[in-house]
């Protein structure tokens, strides 16, 4: 085989790799966003054009062909960006981490910084701002995971809204059953540990 051959392979093996990436839309959820996107390690799984909507979103909806315009496109397959959507309903934490308001909303990892893309949602739009738009933006620090210890404080604080609110009056009688409910279990809790932790006493022998 020629050397010309030989490139002439080459670049027909690139192009039908490239073309096989176009169009794949990775579906994420919480328990494989961070393994997919490698968000807060190396990202060496590529840029992510991240697409967060919820199933009956008719503004996601209008998003959706467009979004899939852009999986079609060869230049950004080329440049390593990665498409992924997000069901915000099925996925809380991930939304949550993301800071995720309302949707449709897009974001785009690239380089260990977060964009939020604000424009126009048609495709062509979308693509110029990852061409070339973010080179102009400074860009957020990628979230890392919730821990454990945020899922719990997370917890604590809806029950102390929960509470603030009843004290206030807002819940009406649900309220106030939130607070004998709360009670009870702080009882049983303080309970449980008194009998775990607090030392024995002695009994004195007469």
């Known amino acids: 085989m020629s050397f010309k051959h030989f490139i002439i392979c ?12 176009a169009g794949e839309i990775v579906t994420l959820d919480d328990a494989n966003f961070e393994h997919q996107t490698q968000a807060s390690t190396g990202m060496t799984t590529g840029s992510w054009l991240l697409f967060f909507k919820a199933n009956r979103c008719p503004h996601c909806k209008k998003v959706e062909p467009e979004f899939f315009k852009l999986s079609q496109d060869e230049e950004l397959a080329e440049q390593g960006v990665v498409l992924g959507h997000v069901n915000v309903m099925e996925s809380p934490r991930c939304a949550g981490r993301m800071g995720i308001r309302g949707f449709p909303t897009l974001i785009y990892l690239h380089q260990h910084k977060l964009f939020r893309y604000n424009g126009k949602r048609d495709a062509e739009s979308i693509k110029e701002f990852i061409i070339n738009g973010v080179q102009d933006m400074e860009g957020e620090d990628i979230p890392a995971p919730p821990s454990f210890l945020d899922h719990v404080l997370k917890m604590f604080k809806a029950v102390g809204l929960e509470l603030y609110d009843a004290a206030l009056g807002k819940s009406g009688m649900a309220g106030y059953g939130i607070i004998v409910m709360v009670g009870v279990l702080m009882a049983i809790f303080i309970g ?5 932790f607090m030392p024995a006493q002695k009994i004195k022998k007469a």
């Open 10 to 21: 080459t670049l027909s093996v690139l192009a039908l790799i490239i073309s096989s990436c």
């Open 192 to 196: 449980i540990i008194s009998m775990f």
